[in-house]
């Protein structure tokens, strides 16, 4: 049995965010500048690493899992990962303590 998006709960309307049930979603809410600047690239480049490995035909026999070709479980990390980053950035009160920490470890880095 599948999960429904409305099972999900990632967006759809949670701080004004367009859904983000399924990677393409995903990606749509990233391309209309939900999340930080460059996450839409740095999420495809990071999913084709993933998901585009080539095993030479010659190898294949090595290949004793698809497993061990692409890893689902790195995928799912990188979707929920990003799908976390555009959560984090509309949540303004998260914003900005992210960037008092930061602030903060520069004034500390300044003064060491």
């Known amino acids: 049995m599948t999960a429904q998006p409305t099972e999900h709960g990632h967006g759809g309307g949670r701080l ?3 859904p983000m049930d399924t990677v393409q979603e995903l990606r749509a809410a990233l391309r209309a500048g939900h999340g930080y600047p460059g996450d839409a690239q740095r999420l495809d480049a990071e999913l084709a690493e993933q998901l585009l490995r080539r095993v030479p035909v010659d190898q294949l026999g090595q290949v004793g899992e698809v497993g061990k070709v692409v890893d ?3 995928v799912a990390e990188i979707v929920a990962a990003y799908r976390g980053r555009v ?4 949540d303004r009160e998260a914003t900005d303590a992210v960037n008092e920490a930061v602030d903060d470890l520069l004034i500390r880095q300044g003064t060491e």
Do not use: M
């Open 16 to 18: 004004g965010l367009p």
């Open 87 to 90: 959560l984090l950035a509309a």
């Open 72 to 74: 689902l479980v790195t």
